[in-house]
């Protein structure tokens, strides 16, 4: 059967590419990057390598600045629950469309002791920096937001809101895990004092993921251990996974701008294609401020769920929510935040487009989709 795979935010093929840079660490050159000897220094030079290249690809002023993690999760941990620790008490301002990594880390911290401000969104998915600058407290210690959401695709407006934090003296975390390789981002022009990467987002690994963490801010370690990573983060590198982090970063930022032209035609395509052909749909997110490759819509007396199995049997793939929730029938946290009611939420279904997506792909999601559609609204009004 034929398959199309339009899941691309729940985690991505890695590419060839990327593939053949790995490949060797895994056998000829498996030392321990903390051994002296060649093979170490050979493993220790590929991590180095790779670290070069996330830097140059989020435009960090220098190596020291870039961490390796185990994913996207890791690197939101590190980032909020360590800065926390390393200021002991304090404020704390994110969004109620985090990603869980983010939005659970900071309920840890509220029974910690410390204070968390859950900003709103419109009905777009979007925060201002005008929110952000009201809710800004003497006791401030960081405002994370997202820099995109995973669900709806919704770009925040992070270089206004790091101009408000650089003013007000507050350091800003964001989670770039869907951002980075989709849209430009720079640490340095968007005063960005923290940010979190995953491999398996961009055509990269599962497991390997990186944390910006600007040079002066002090964050608490969560791993000890070893020296690893200058001693802040202890573990054997997964030299293999960073390696092909690296590359993945390195690829998806060098060919931003024509991957996302391309993206950006197929998820209007889609949308479009089925905003015509289905009547009782909703665009969810904002429809220009989106990521390239998301495509977030919610069909009137359909349940997502239910399309996601007949899509699933005929070999198209897409989430009705995020791929953490799903399998539990809890409308999502960013759905409700963006004013849909339950039915609509349950409603919705996510397809996102990755950098090996073709038209002809998107075609066949057209004439496959709106029959299904019509037939699970049948099957209610019976
Ligand atoms: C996937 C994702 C994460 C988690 O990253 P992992 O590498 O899977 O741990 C965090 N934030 C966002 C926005 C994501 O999309």
Redesign the pocket.
């Known amino acids: 059967m034929r398959r199309i795979y339009l899941d691309n935010?729940a985690t991505t093929a890695v590419s060839p590419e990327v593939m053949e840079a790995m490949l060797p660490y895994f056998t000829g050159v498996y030392g321990n990057a903390s051994s002296i000897h060649g093979y170490g220094r050979e493993a220790k030079r590929a991590i180095e390598t790779a670290r070069r290249q996330v830097m140059k690809a989020l435009n960090a002023a220098a190596p020291q600045e870039i961490y390796f993690t185990a994913?996207?999760?890791?690197s939101?941990n590190w980032a909020i629950k360590g800065l926390a620790l390393a200021k002991g008490s304090g404020h704390i301002i994110t969004t109620v469309i985090e990603?869980h990594?983010?939005l659970h880390t900071c309920q840890w911290l509220e029974k910690q002791g410390f204070d968390v401000t859950y900003l709103p969104v419109d009905e777009y998915g979007r925060v201002t920096a005008a929110q952000v600058k009201k809710a800004l407290r003497e006791d401030t210690i960081l405002v994370s937001v997202?820099a995109a959401?995973?669900e709806v695709g919704t770009i925040q407006p992070i270089a206004e809101i790091g101009k408000i934090c650089r003013e007000r003296g507050v350091l800003l975390h964001t989670?770039a895990?869907?951002a980075v390789g989709a849209i430009p981002l720079d640490v340095q022009a968007m005063n960005i004092d923290l940010l979190?990467l995953?491999?398996?987002?961009l055509h990269g690994p599962?497991g390997a993921?990186a944390l910006y963490v600007r040079k002066g801010v002090k964050i608490d370690t969560l791993l000890h251990g070893g020296a690893q990573e200058r001693g802040f983060r202890a573990g054997t590198e997964n030299v293999p996974a960073i390696v092909g982090l690296g590359k993945a970063v390195e690829i998806a930022c060098q060919n931003l701008d024509e991957n996302a032209a391309r993206m950006v035609a197929l998820r209007q395509r889609l949308i479009d294609g089925l905003m015509a052909r289905v009547p009782g749909t909703r665009l969810n997110g904002h429809p220009a401020e989106r990521l390239p490759g998301n495509a977030n819509l919610s069909f009137d007396k359909v349940e997502g769920e239910a399309l996601l199995l007949r899509l699933d049997l005929v070999g198209v793939a897409g989430s009705s929510g995020?791929a953490c929730t799903s399998g539990t029938l809890d409308p999502s946290h960013v759905l409700l935040a963006l004013g849909l009611t339950q039915a609509q939420a349950n409603g919705a279904l996510r397809l996102t487009i990755g950098t090996d997506t073709t038209e002809e792909e998107i075609d066949q999601v057209l004439d496959i989709l709106p029959p299904i559609v019509e037939d699970l609204r049948r099957m209610v009004s019976r």
């Open positions: 935010a994913g996207g999760t890791e939101d990603h990594a983010v997202m959401n995973n989670d895990v869907q979190s995953s491999g398996h987002k599962k993921g995020s």
